[in-house]
């Protein structure tokens, strides 16, 4: 962007701040990127970098002499000697860009796919290479090592991370207008197909988990979905199929991707077929063996996996912090302590009286606490929320609560796996067995009406460290 001339008063527009090097090459004037350029101002207000332009850029003798830069697209030295070096070292891939051939693609804090993600790049996004660099192999969707480097890349409006170029296309620009032209219009190719090669699919039941707001982490860990394989040949179907119980997981080898109808596509050399049903369904249809043909569903999420996945254990992490900072010890006089602790473990003693009926026998009282569950709308107004207690052993055993706070502790109620839909507490046991616990306070247990051989308090009259079973 060209500038007045921003000198006039009382800074001498020939004081030089340093030496800069373009990353981003510029429009107008078009400068080169790994151009080296005399900097005079740094403007805050502006975001931008003051810079001389080399008179080889300039368009005519009235032309100015100086443009803004915005910070991070330029490198700046305190010599020209340093500014050079940078130079040479950013040479190999001054005027290299990449354009992102899905949408979603994420850019990463470190070259792992697993890192956390900085950016999420548009369909047909332009990022800058700033250096190729060493990482973890991308992985293909059938456990094949894909094609590609780790470079650090720069975003249009600023943001450095590291993206794998195996859904990039790179190529070189010199300054001037960028109007990157699509690819499919460039090669001939069906733009709608390669539409739908850049989303990911995963199966209709993750569109009604979001439209819930009922999160099953199992589910979204299975990386279920359909993945077309277009740059390997091999496509997966890999989902739970529900009408038969049973794990799917097909991979077929095909040889190119052709139109089958309107906004539909068949697999060449593959019993394989899909069909647009809108934007963001997908119907993927193949023959088995004794020629039944099976369909399945699947959509395109407007948010990324990794963004449901980092929402999730946000929620989960703050619902358990809740119970933490109640206790994190909760005592009874009859079932034991129970101490919550901050990494999301657990431990518990003198639970016995609650063996074998809710907490099975050869536990360990010891494990995870696990804030998987949600709840039904019939109970929400009756209780805060239920977790999964994951008890250590020779077979790790789960176990169900709801809970609610009082004022002196946590009260708990046990929850039979006939009452849990997914990961859903649809109802309350038939007879539910209520735990108080007093926080804080580690208690006696000879003290207990159990060890004296004392009966319990009716409901009425229960003390804070009773179990109570109620017949409704």
Same mark, same amino acid.
């Given at each position: 962007?060209? +500038?007045?001339?921003?000198?006039?008063?009382?800074?001498?527009?020939?004081?030089?701040? &340093?030496?800069?090097?373009?990353?981003?090459?510029?429009?107008?004037?078009?400068?080169?990127?790994?151009?080296?350029? #005399?900097?005079? +101002?740094?403007?805050?207000?502006?975001?931008?970098?003051?810079?001389?332009?080399?008179?080889?850029?300039?368009?005519? *003798?009235?032309?100015?002499?100086?443009?803004?830069?915005?910070?991070?697209?330029?490198?700046?030295?305190?010599?020209?000697?340093?500014?050079?070096?940078?130079?040479?070292?950013?040479?190999?891939?001054?005027?290299?860009?990449? =354009?992102?051939?899905?949408?979603?693609? #994420?850019?990463?804090?470190?070259?792992?796919?697993?890192?956390?993600?900085?950016?999420?790049?548009?369909?047909?996004?332009?990022?800058?290479?700033?250096?190729?660099?060493?990482?973890? #192999?991308?992985?293909? *969707?059938?456990?094949?090592?894909?094609?590609?480097?780790?470079?650090?890349?720069?975003?249009?409006?600023?943001?450095?991370?590291?993206?794998?170029?195996?859904?990039?296309?790179?190529?070189?620009?010199?300054?001037?207008?960028?109007?990157?032209?699509?690819?499919?219009?460039?090669?001939?190719?069906?733009?709608?197909?390669?539409?739908?090669?850049?989303?990911?699919?995963?199966?209709?039941?993750? &569109?009604?988990?979001?439209?819930?707001?009922?999160?099953?982490?199992?589910?979204?860990?299975?990386?279920?979905? %359909?993945?077309?394989?277009?740059?390997? &040949?091999?496509?997966?179907?890999?989902?739970?199929?529900? =009408? $038969? !119980?049973?794990?799917?997981?097909?991979?077929?080898?095909?040889? @190119?991707?052709?139109?089958?109808?309107?906004?539909?596509?068949?697999?060449?050399?593959?019993?394989?077929?899909?069909?647009?049903?809108? !934007?963001?369904?997908?119907?993927?249809?193949?023959?088995?063996?004794?020629?039944?043909?099976?369909?399945?569903? %699947?959509?395109?999420?407007? /948010?990324?996996?990794? !963004?449901?996945?980092?929402?999730?254990?946000?929620?989960?992490?703050?619902?358990?912090?809740?119970?933490?900072?109640?206790?994190?010890?909760? *005592?009874?006089?009859?079932?034991?302590?129970?101490?919550?602790?901050?990494?999301?473990?657990? @431990?518990? *003693?003198?639970?016995?009286?609650?063996?074998? $009926?809710?907490?099975?026998?050869?536990?360990?009282?010891?494990?995870?606490?696990?804030?998987?569950?949600?709840?039904?709308?019939?109970?929400?107004?009756?209780? /805060?929320?239920?977790?999964?207690?994951?008890?250590?052993? =020779?077979?790790?055993?789960?176990? !169900?609560?709801?809970?609610?706070?009082?004022?002196?502790?946590?009260?708990?109620?046990?929850?039979?796996?006939? @009452?849990?839909?997914?990961?859903?507490?649809?109802?309350?046991?038939?007879?539910?067995? +209520?735990?108080? %616990?007093?926080?804080?306070?580690?208690?006696? #247990?000879?003290?207990?009406?159990?060890? @004296?051989?004392?009966?319990?308090?009716?409901?009425?009259?229960?003390?804070?460290?009773?179990?109570?079973?109620?017949?409704?």
């Amino acid at each position: 962007m060209l +500038i007045p001339i921003l000198c006039t008063l009382f800074v001498a527009c020939t004081k030089l701040e &340093g030496w800069g090097v373009l990353l981003w090459s510029s429009e107008n004037p078009a400068v080169p990127s790994g151009t080296v350029l #005399p900097v005079y +101002i740094k403007s805050n207000i502006n975001q931008a970098w003051v810079a001389g332009i080399p008179e080889a850029y300039r368009t005519g *003798s009235d032309a100015p002499d100086k443009f803004e830069i915005p910070l991070k697209q330029m490198d700046v030295f305190g010599t020209k000697k340093a500014a050079l070096k940078r130079a040479e070292e950013f040479a190999q891939l001054a005027v290299t860009y990449g =354009e992102t051939l899905q949408d979603g693609l #994420p850019v990463r804090d470190s070259t792992d796919n697993n890192a956390r993600r900085v950016y999420r790049l548009k369909l047909g996004e332009v990022v800058k290479l700033l250096a190729k660099t060493e990482g973890t #192999p991308a992985i293909s *969707s059938t456990g094949e090592p894909l094609p590609g480097d780790w470079y650090q890349v720069l975003t249009s409006d600023g943001t450095t991370g590291y993206c794998f170029s195996y859904r990039l296309r790179l190529f070189e620009y010199s300054g001037g207008a960028l109007d990157t032209v699509r690819i499919a219009e460039e090669r001939g190719e069906d733009a709608e197909l390669n539409v739908v090669l850049s989303k990911t699919w995963l199966p209709e039941s993750y &569109g009604a988990m979001l439209a819930s707001n009922n999160i099953d982490m199992d589910m979204l860990n299975q990386q279920w979905g %359909f993945y077309p394989g277009q740059d390997t &040949g091999k496509a997966r179907l890999f989902l739970k199929d529900m =009408e $038969h !119980d049973n794990i799917i997981d097909k991979t077929f080898s095909y040889t @190119s991707i052709q139109p089958n109808g309107m906004r539909a596509w068949r697999f060449d050399g593959a019993s394989l077929q899909m069909q647009l049903r809108s !934007d963001d369904v997908l119907a993927v249809q193949y023959t088995e063996e004794g020629s039944a043909i099976r369909t399945f569903l %699947f959509v395109a999420l407007s /948010t990324s996996l990794d !963004d449901i996945i980092l929402q999730e254990n946000a929620r989960r992490s703050a619902l358990f912090m809740r119970i933490y900072n109640q206790g994190p010890l909760f *005592s009874s006089a009859n079932y034991g302590t129970l101490t919550m602790n901050r990494n999301g473990s657990f @431990s518990w *003693s003198g639970f016995e009286l609650l063996t074998p $009926h809710i907490i099975p026998a050869f536990v360990q009282g010891t494990g995870k606490v696990m804030m998987k569950l949600y709840l039904d709308s019939s109970l929400e107004q009756r209780y /805060t929320g239920a977790f999964t207690l994951q008890f250590n052993g =020779e077979t790790v055993s789960e176990v !169900d609560f709801l809970y609610s706070f009082e004022s002196q502790g946590l009260r708990m109620e046990y929850i039979p796996k006939t @009452s849990v839909d997914g990961v859903t507490v649809i109802r309350r046991d038939i007879s539910p067995a +209520i735990i108080y %616990f007093s926080k804080g306070v580690r208690a006696d #247990p000879a003290q207990s009406p159990a060890a @004296s051989g004392e009966s319990a308090p009716d409901d009425a009259a229960a003390s804070a460290d009773e179990v109570i079973l109620i017949e409704e």
